[in-house]
């Protein structure tokens, strides 16, 4: 490919700048991270304390993703864990956050479809009303 190192990275920068791109980090598998076990734990919150409740939450270090969906569910996150145990522990420390009023824990078995964003290059973005930023020509 032929490309110079510098003129790469200058690249790889603009796309960042864009907010287009994941930060290297979620390149890491967590089970090479000794977390074997994967679940999603969902959250009823004291509508009043949310934002407390989502700090909190972020200073866990096995909330690896939360998302607040439409529906009864207040947030929903996806943690780690090594064992049973410390998903229990990881449980209670999301259930003891200020405003978290309920949790549900659902523990994933397997993984059947990686996390995989390649297929979306080339399928069209119909009937979407927000342009993400192309990178077609990210200068």
Do not use: W
């Not at 939450?57 to 780690?80: H, I, K, N, S």
């Not at 229990?88 to 824990?105: H, K, N």
């Amino acid at each position: 490919m032929n490309l110079a190192r510098g003129t790469v990275h200058a690249h790889l920068a603009k796309i960042e700048k864009l907010g287009v791109m994941r930060l290297s980090s979620t390149r890491l598998l967590p089970s090479a991270l000794g977390r074997t076990i994967s679940a999603m734990v969902r959250a009823e919150v004291d509508q009043h304390r949310i934002g407390e409740a989502i700090n909190a939450l972020g200073a866990v270090p096995e909330v690896v993703e939360c998302f607040a969906p439409a529906g009864d569910t207040d947030l929903m996150m996806r943690v780690v864990a090594t064992d049973p145990d410390d998903l229990y522990r990881v449980s209670e420390a999301i259930r003891l956050c200020p405003g978290i009023q309920r949790t549900s824990t659902s523990v994933f078995l397997r993984q059947v479809i990686p996390y995989r964003v390649v297929q979306l290059l080339d399928a069209p973005a119909s009937g979407s009303r927000n342009q993400q930023p192309t990178l077609a020509n990210p200068g």
